[in-house]
């Protein structure tokens, strides 16, 4: 058994959850086991594999082994294209 955390973060709330895995779990499995999806509105209607996640900010597959004391993150979605966003802003 190996223990690790899942966070995920809106401006408003923030969840962290500290959950224990079976040993060779992947990063998928370990979202589905925490529970996580169902504490979120967000996720509603949401397939796992449809997550951008990563491992200490460091983006990685839902394949990836999660290890002994990893930090899964789950991303949002970006609201504007980083580009985009600072094309607008060099126009003001």
């Known amino acids: 058994m190996i223990n690790a955390e899942i966070v995920y973060a809106t401006p408003k709330k923030q969840l962290l959850l500290t959950i224990t895995l079976p040993a060779h779990c992947n990063v998928a499995d ?20 449809s ?12 394949e990836r082994e999660v290890q002994q004391g990893d930090r899964i993150e789950i991303y949002r979605p970006l609201r504007h294209d980083p580009k985009d966003a600072r094309r607008m802003r060099a126009k003001k």
């Open 51 to 62: 997550l951008n996640v990563g491992i200490f900010s460091i983006p990685c597959t839902l």
């Open 30 to 49: 370990a979202i589905k086991l925490s529970g996580i999806l169902t504490q979120c509105s967000e996720f509603e209607q949401q397939e796992v594999t």
